[in-house]
């Protein structure tokens, strides 16, 4: 598997200007559902993975805590601003500027092209399939599950997305 170094808010960040050229207003589910399916995509057609960021499972399905946070004042409003992260070099908090390679760009742009139109609530169906990594990690076998994370193991081993585009 292929590692990158790519920051949960820059991934977010590319796909928010993604969406935006094309005329589309993301919520922060929608956002944190796409940015999960470029992931999803990435890891499981093309063994790389993207970022460290931790998934988690949360109720309306996986979420990077990052994002949610990042954009959790909208609501289920359209995003209208970018994630930020604090610089210790300017004591401030400053826009992460989206640096992927174009190769990359290429993986992500085909994980989220038959996704990014469609509304939050769908996005959120499809991310709750009964057999898919979610539903593994929310309705686990064992006594706990500490953060609800969806690893890379489980979506690899319960991934079908990629075989349905």
Known sequence: MNQRAYGIRELANWILDFAEKRGVELTNMSLNKLVYFAY???LVAHGIKLTNAKIEAWEHGPVFREVYRSFSEFGNRPITTR??????ATNRVEIVEPKLSAADEKIVEEGISPLFRLPASILRELSHASDGPWAA????????????????DIILRLSRRTLMQ
Do not use: L, R, V
């Not at 994630?83 to 210790?88: E, I, N, R, T, Y």
């Open 137 to 152: 990690t929310w309705y686990h076998e064992d006594a706990t599950n500490p953060g609800m994370q969806i690893t890379d």
């Open 40 to 42: 999803e995509h990435s």
């Open 83 to 88: 994630a930020g992260k604090f610089s210790p």
